[in-house]
């Protein structure tokens, strides 16, 4: 494992191979049944110890992260704590998992939420911590056995939470972590039989192979992909604000965030005002040692990641960019373009890395329009203080996840997920659990 702050050596790991990813899905199998039956409380209790173990360990896992994968320690440890709380959430799962009672005649009918049995987690580098948990947190609420895997890249953290859970006195075989190539360990997921649901979070192009391997056996998945989200900003909007949020809405974790706003729509009237608003909040952005409390963006994932990223800002018209570090670590500063009309790669695809394009608009149609005009749909912000437009725009984007005047897009208590080519389903909120289980109708005859 790589520091990507400092290009250092900190962990090498063992990768599983087929057999050895089978042998966890064959405990995860054989200890599926026992975990159903625990009885609602129990269960619940354990996914409570399991919380408060992270909680007691946030420390750790937040400098684990900062080593691991570059992540400021403060969004470190909001990661780990996001941990904490999707497991305390999914711990009032299991008492409150009701079936129903429909009326008929001659007899009794009765719904049951049954657990799918084993559940395979596929989590992406970007977000290691909070990933993983938005699939186990719910799925082990629901009655199934979980196995995770991280991508190679981050697998630490993930190593850490399994100790935890075993600390935590989750039975064996409930909880696996299993370290391996997303070809060789995330395939078998996808193939093994003895799997009834994977959860994948990652590009949209693995998305689609998931989806199709899942096919053959009629694979439950939930599949949450990437994104191209665009930051609407009004004439009427408070400008100073929305031009000093914009960086966070798209520069947080580097920019490797599926839910960066990494197209700025700013309607043609206030575009120049916004732009030269833009500026010192984009030279303002504290680019460093990502240990440091003050540090607001650390370096990427990897040096073939900032390769694929100057990809995108070499053919492009940079407005301006932000400072960060020489080397070693692979850093990449805060970069505003102005796109080469509406096909330039940067409006299309997604760059995961610190990049915005700032584009005009005319009208609210156009913006919905541009807004639009992606395969993608995970989120977005709308800015303006005319809270019908906020409405009218809110309905028209094609987005699973949008804020008004803020770019605020995951609770652990609301729903998140992709519209068109961002996925597939929906994780957290309310109706996390009920994406685990199988609805089962039985008829009594009186
Ligand atoms: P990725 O290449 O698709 O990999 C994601 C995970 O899938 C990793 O664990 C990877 O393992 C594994 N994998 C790769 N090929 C596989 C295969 N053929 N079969 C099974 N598993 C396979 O994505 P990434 O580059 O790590 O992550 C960035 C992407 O994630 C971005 O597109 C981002 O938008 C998306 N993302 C989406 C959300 C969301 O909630 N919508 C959240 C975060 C990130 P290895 O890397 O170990 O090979
Ligand atoms: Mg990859």
Sequence with gaps: ?????????????????????????????????????????????????????????????????????????????????????VLHYAAGIPERLLGSQIPVSGGVNITFNEPLGVVGVIVPWNFPMPIAAWGFGPALAAGNTVVVKPAEATPLTALRLAELAARAGLPDGVFQVVLGAGAVV?????????????????????????????????????????????????????????????????????????????RILVQREVFDRFLELLEPAVRGVRVGDPNDEATEMGPLISAA?????????????????????????????????????????????????????VLPFEDEADAVRIANATDYGLSGSIWTSDVGRALRVSRAVEAGNLSVNSHSSVRYWTPFGGFKQSGLGRELGPDAASAFTETKNVFIAT
């Design 305 to 357: 990641h900032r390769e694929r990223v100057m990809g995108f800002v070499e053919p492009s018209t940079v407005a301006y960019t932000g400072a960060c570090p020489s080397g070693p670590g692979f850093w990449y500063p805060p970069t505003v373009v102005l796109p080469n009309g509406a096909s330039d790669r940067v409006l299309t695809e997604e760059v995961f890395g610190p990049v915005v394009a």
């Design 1 to 85: 494992m790589i520091d990507p702050a400092t290009e250092k050596v900190i962990a090498e790991v063992e990768l599983a191979d087929e057999a050895a990813a089978d042998a966890a899905i064959e405990r995860a199998r054989a200890a599926a049944p026992g975990w159903a039956a625990v009885a609602p409380g129990d269960r619940a209790r354990l996914l409570r110890r399991f919380a408060e173990q992270v909680d007691a360990d946030l420390d750790e896992l937040a400098r684990l992260e900062v080593a691991n994968a570059g992540h400021t320690i403060g969004n470190a440890r909001w990661e780990a704590g996001n941990v904490r709380d």
């Design 186 to 262: 995330g395939q078998r997921f996808v193939t093994h039989p003895a799997v009834r649901k994977v959860v994948f979070t990652g590009s949209t192009v693995v998305g689609k192979q998931i989806m199709a391997g899942c096919a053959a056996q009629v694979k439950r998945v939930t599949l949450e992909l990437g994104g191209k989200s665009a930051n609407i900003v009004f004439a009427d909007a408070d400008l100073e604000r929305a031009a000093a949020t914009a960086p966070y809405g798209v520069f947080d974790n580097a920019g490797q965030d599926c839910c960066a706003r990494s």
